[in-house]
């Protein structure tokens, strides 16, 4: 017990930084999904089956997505689950401007069973600032 009370700041430092630890990780999993980096959105692309999900508006789709993309608008997401259907079984990568948006519709893609999503994290800015292709 002495040891406790000589010692209370450095244990608080060592719980504090085990905490800070842990946030980054449980949010990684956000709303049911993964959060991925531009680099592991591009190993899960080079996978057969995958659907890319824009969830942006159609003028920012237009304006460049990734290569493959199919373009759901978040607010049509819940009226146009038929045509997504097919994929609740498969990997779906979740993709928006900054990454916003894709927390709601990883949300109602859950809500309908959809068993792998991911979110592309910090959305087409962060594929941009990767340097990675864009499709037109």
Do not use: Y
Request: charged letters at 25%; a positive charge; glycine letters at 8%.
């Amino acid at each position: 017990m002495e040891f406790f009370k000589e010692n209370v700041l450095l244990i608080g430092l060592a719980v504090g930084s085990g905490l800070a630890l842990l946030v980054p990780m449980l949010s990684r999993s956000a709303a049911g999904s993964t959060l991925v980096s531009a680099t592991e959105a591009v190993m899960l692309m080079s996978r057969k089956q995958l659907l890319v999900l824009d969830v942006r508006e159609a003028d920012e789709f237009k304006q460049g997505h990734l290569q493959g993309a199919r373009n759901v608008p978040l607010a049509e997401l819940a009226t146009r689950m038929k045509e997504l259907e097919k994929f609740k079984d498969k990997p779906v990568l979740l993709v928006c401007e900054r990454g916003n948006r894709t927390r709601s519709a990883a949300k109602i893609l859950k809500a309908q069973q959809f068993t792998a999503l991911h979110q592309l994290k910090g959305g087409m800015q962060a594929w941009l600032e990767a340097k990675l292709p864009l499709g037109k």
